[in-house]
C-alpha cells in the first residue's frame, strides 16, 4: 500500500490512511479523492537546480522518466545532483532508482525536489546501497508547490564500517512526506546521521518520517531534527530506532526541537526508541514550543527590534542543523534557503 | 538625564515598585541598595521596558523625553542600558553577531551609518583586551555555557561597546571574584562622563569601594526610603536592611 502503487494502478483503495498508523498524521486517502492524469514525458528541462555548480555530474528525473540508477565504483569519490522536477505539464508520476556505493566509494547526493507544475501527485522510490567501509553524505531539499503531494520513499542499507550523513530541508506542500529507513549492521564502525530541517508557512504539511534498525553491535546513530511552523502549517516528524536483539552497545541519538510561530500552526511528533539489546546507550528530546522570550526581550534591551530579533533567534535555532552539513557548498545553500524560508514566510 | 516620579510597577496583581521616585542627573553615578525581594530588579526590567513588568502609574523621562511609551529597543536607541543580573543565554548566535547586530539596530534607529566590519572588530579586539577577555570566547555563541563571572564581564563589553547614555548596572558584582570585581569596576569607572550617568545596583557595599558613587539609596519595599552619600553604603554594611525594612512596612 502506497502512494506509487495507487499511481501506477489508479487504484485508490492502495492509498495509506489515518488507519496506518505510520501515516495517521500524513492522510492521504481521505485527502485525494481523484488522481491527476499521469505525467507526460517532458524532454529539454534546462532551468538550473537549487545545487548547481556543486556537482560534478547532474541526474535529472523529470515528470517521473529518467536514468533508473548511479553507481560509484569501489574506491571513487563522486558528487552527484539528482533531480527530481514536476514540470508544468506534470499530473501524477512515480519513479524508482538504484544507488549504488560500492565498497570504499564515497558520494555526496544533492537531491532536490523541484515542483514547478501545479497540483502534481509524485512519488520516489530510493534504493540506496553503501557498501563495506562505502560514504554517503545526502542533502535533501524539497521545493515543491504549495498545492502537491509529494512523496520521497529511500531504503537505505549499510555495509560494514559504512558511515551515511543525511540532512532533509523540508519546505512543505499540500502533503510532502520524506521517509528514510536505514539498515544499519552496527559492527565495524559503521555510523548514521539522520538530520532534518522544516520550515513551513500557509498551509503547508511536511512529514519527515525516520526508521533506523540496529542490527549488529557497536552501532551509533545521531539525529536531529528542528522545525518551524507559521500561519497554519503543520509539522509532522515520526523517528524510530530499532535495536534489535544481540545489538549490543548501541549508541543512538535522537532530538527533534520545533517552534510554533503562530496559534494556528501544528507540530506532531512521535520519537520512539524500541530496544531489545543490552548496555545500549539511548537518548532523545523532543520540545515544542514557542520562540524563548528571555532571549527575545534581551535581544531587544540591546536594540533589536522585534522582527529582526524574533528572526535571528529562529535562524539561530535552525542553524544548529545547519551547521551539521559536512559539504561546505551544500552547508552554505541550506544556511542561504533557512534565511530564504524565513524571509518568505515573515 | 534620568528623572522616576512615583512609580508603581505591580506583578500579577502584586503592587512591587509603591511610589518610586528617583533623580539621576547627567555625570552622575549613583547606587541602589536594598533587601532581596526589595523590587531591585523589578525597577531595572520597568526602566527598560520589560514585558510584564508595565508600569500602573507615575513617570519615567530621560533627558525630558517619556520612556514609558517607548518599546525596549527603542528605550535601548536612546541609550538605555540594562547589565542584566541573570544575563540570557542566545543559542546560536556569536557573541560578536549579536553585539554588531545591537549596535547596528540602534545606529539605524538613531538614523547614523552603521558601522563597518573592519571597525568594528577592532573596537571589539581593544575593549575585550582591556576587559581581559580572551577574543576567541567572542566567537562563541552568546553566554551560552559561560560561568558567571564571563557572563557579567561580557555585559560589561557589551555596555563599553554599545556606549550607552544611561546605564543600568543590576547586581553585576554578584558572582564575581574579587580579581573580577576590580575589572569590572574598571570598565565601569572607564565609562564615567559628563553626558553619561549610572545607576548601580547592589547587594554589597564591597563594589562601591571599586565604584564611588555620588549617591547611595536605599530601596526597601518597593519605595525609596533613605538617601546619602557614599558614607550610607558603609552604614548599610554595619546595620544591615532590617531597620528600613520595618520603616517601610
Ligand atoms: N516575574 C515575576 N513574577 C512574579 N513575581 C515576581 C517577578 N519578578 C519579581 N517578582 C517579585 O517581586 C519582588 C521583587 O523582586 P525583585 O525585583 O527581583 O527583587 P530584588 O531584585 O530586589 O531582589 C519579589 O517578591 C519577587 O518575588
Ligand atoms: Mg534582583
Known amino acids: 500500500m502506497s502512494l506509487a502503487r495507487a499511481i501506477e494502478t489508479g487504484d485508490l483503495a492502495q492509498l495509506p490512511s489515518r488507519r496506518d498508523e505510520d501515516w495517521r498524521w500524513t492522510d492521504l486517502r481521505g485527502l485525494l479523492r481523484v488522481l491527476p492524469p499521469p505525467s507526460p514525458p517532458h524532454v529539454g528541462w534546462a532551468a538550473p537546480g537549487p545545487f548547481a555548480g556543486l556537482a560534478g555530474r547532474e541526474v535529472k528525473i523529470v515528470n517521473g522518466r529518467g536514468p533508473g540508477g548511479i553507481t560509484v565504483p569501489a574506491g571513487e569519490r563522486h558528487t552527484v545532483a539528482l533531480r527530481f522536477i514536476a514540470a508544468p505539464d506534470a499530473g ?56 502537491s503531494v509529494s512523496v520521497s520513499k529511500t531504503e537505505a542499507t549499510l555495509g560494514p564500517a559504512a558511515a551515511l550523513a ?18 544499519h549492521p552496527g559492527a565495524g564502525g559503521a555510523s548514521v546521521r539522520l538530520d532534518g530541517l ?24 545521531d539525529q536531529l531534527t528542528k522545525g518551524v511552523a507559521r500561519d497554519q502549517a503543520r509539522g509532522v516528524f515520526q523517528g524510530r530506532i530499532v535495536v534489535s536483539p544481540g545489538a ?48 527575545l526581550f534581551y535581544a531587544k534591551q540591546r536594540g533589536i527590534p522585534d522582527a529582526e530579533a524574533r528572526a535571528m533567534l529562529t535562524e539561530a535555532f535552525l542553524g544548529e542543523v545547519v551547521d551539521r552539513i559536512g ?19 515573515s | 538625564m534620568l528623572s522616576i516620579k512615583n512609580l508603581y510597577v505591580a506583578i500579577d496583581g502584586k503592587p512591587i515598585l509603591d511610589g518610586l521616585s528617583l533623580d539621576v542627573p547627567a555625570g552622575e553615578v549613583h547606587a541602589v541598595m536594598g533587601p532581596n525581594g526589595a523590587g531591585k530588579s523589578t525597577l531595572s526590567y520597568a526602566l527598560a521596558g520589560r514585558p510584564g513588568y508595565e508600569t500602573a502609574a507615575g513617570s519615567v523621562t530621560l533627558d525630558g523625553e517619556d520612556l514609558l511609551a517607548l518599546e525596549a529597543n527603542e528605550r535601548a536607541a536612546r541609550g538605555v542600558f540594562l547589565s542584566f543580573q541573570y544575563p540570557t543565554e ?65 555585559e560589561i563589553l557589551q555596555m563599553a561597546m554599545i556606549s550607552p547614555r544611561f546605564a543600568i548596572l543590576d547586581e553585576t558584582d554578584s558572582g ?74
Not at chain 1, 549508541?251 to 496559534?263: F, I, K, P, T
Not at chain 1, 559539504?327 to 514566510?345: C, D, I, N, S
Not at chain 2, 545606529?107 to 583586551?129: D, H, N, Q, T, Y
Not at chain 2, 554589597?204 to 558614607?231: F, K, M, T
Open chain 1, 92 to 147: 501524477a508520476h512515480a519513479a524508482r532508482l538504484a544507488i549504488e556505493i560500492e565498497d570504499g566509494a564515497e558520494l555526496v547526493l544533492l537531491e532536490s525536489y523541484e515542483g514547478v507544475g501545479e497540483g502534481y501527485v509524485a512519488q520516489v522510490d530510493l534504493r540506496i546501497r553503501l557498501g563495506a567501509g562505502a560514504r554517503l553524505e545526502r542533502i535533501v531539499m524539497t521545493r515543491d508547490s504549495p498545492d
Open chain 2, 90 to 154: 542566545i543559542p546560536g548566535v556569536p557573541a560578536l553577531t549579536f553585539i554588531r547586530t545591537a549596535m547596528n539596530a540602534q545606529r539605524r534607529a538613531r538614523g547614523e551609518a552603521e558601522i563597518s566590519a573592519p571597525e568594528f572588530l577592532r573596537l571589539a579586539r581593544a575593549k575585550a583586551a582591556t576587559l581581559k577577555i580572551d577574543f576567541d570566547m567572542l566567537k562563541r555563541a552568546l553566554n551560552v555555557g559561560f560561568s558567571g563571572g564571563e557572563k557579567k564581564r561580557m
Open chain 2, 176 to 249: 564575581l571574584d574579587i580579581d573580577a570585581l576590580r575589572i569590572v569596576a574598571d570598565g565601569v569607572n572607564a565609562m564615567r562622563s559628563a553626558d553619561r550617568a549610572m545607576l548601580v545596583i547592589t547587594h554589597y557595599q564591597r563594589l562601591l569601594d571599586h565604584i564611588r558613587p555620588d549617591r547611595v539609596h536605599v530601596l526597601a519595599a518597593g519605595r525609596i526610603v533613605a538617601s546619602g552619600g557614599p558614607e550610607l553604603a558603609h552604614a548599610l554594611e554595619r546595620e544591615g536592611y532590617d531597620k528600613y525594612a520595618k520603616a517601610a512596612a
Open chain 1, 327 to 345: 559539504h561546505e557548498g551544500a552547508r552554505e545553500v541550506a544556511r542561504t534557503w533557512v534565511a530564504k524560508q524565513l524571509g518568505a514566510a
Open chain 1, 248 to 295: 549490543d552497545r548501541t549508541d543512538a541519538r535522537m532530538g527533534h526541537h520545533a517552534l510554533l510561530l503562530s496559534d494556528r500552526a501544528e507540530v506532531d511528533a512521535k520519537p520512539e526508541l524500541e530496544i531489545y539489546a543490552d548496555d545500549v546507550v539511548c537518548a532523545h528530546g523532543n520540545t515544542v514550543g514557542a520562540l524563548d522570550e528571555e532571549g
Open chain 1, 198 to 221: 522544516y520550515v513551513l508557512d500557509g498551509k503547508r504539511h511536511a512529514d519527515i518520517t525516520t526508521v533506523v534498525t540496529h542490527d549488529g553491535v557497536d552501532g551509533a546513530t
Open chain 1, 166 to 183: 543525511q540532512t532533509v530541508l523540508a519546505a512543505g506542500a499540500r502533503r510532502q512526506r520524506t521517509e528514510t529507513r536505514v539498515s
